[in-house]
């Protein structure tokens, strides 16, 4: 079982930055997709990136051009740098892993962190 750990929560104003870090537990984390996902209140859970054992990444159209998804292999961690950010960026933030190659829905990942608050204020 992976387990990971979010950090990185924080108030911004709109058109500022944040980086979120995800670290995992275990020795499988190079073979795992990691993923980003966030829910407003009221909201479903919305895939915002994701990045495979390749490095390719996916991302929402509503966050292309402002967030990069990266990782660091050697510290079995996860970024999510999220620039220009905007109020509707608002959200609970979650970190996630699968072992499917391409994943953007939450069904298809396996272990969640506990998330962590993005606040944008405009």
């Known amino acids: 079982q992976v387990q990971l750990v979010e950090s990185g929560a924080g108030l911004v104003q709109a058109g500022g930055s944040l980086r979120l870090s995800c670290a995992a537990s275990?020795?499988?984390?190079?073979?795992?997709?990691m993923g980003w996902f966030r829910q407003a209140p009221g909201k479903e859970r919305e895939f915002v990136a994701a990045?495979?054992?390749?490095?390719?990444?996916y991302y929402a159209e509503s966050v292309k051009g402002r967030f990069t998804i990266s990782r660091d292999n050697a510290k079995n961690t996860v970024y999510l740098q999220m620039n220009s950010l905007k109020p509707e960026d608002t959200a609970v933030y979650y970190c996630?892993?699968?072992?499917?190659?391409?994943?953007?829905?939450?069904?298809?990942?396996?272990?969640w962190g506990q998330g962590t608050q993005v606040t944008v204020s405009s």
């Open positions: 275990g020795r499988t984390f190079t073979t795992l997709t």
């Open positions: 996630a892993s699968t072992r499917v190659a391409v994943a953007t829905t939450p069904t298809q990942y396996s272990n």
């Open positions: 990045i495979i054992w390749t490095s390719s990444t």
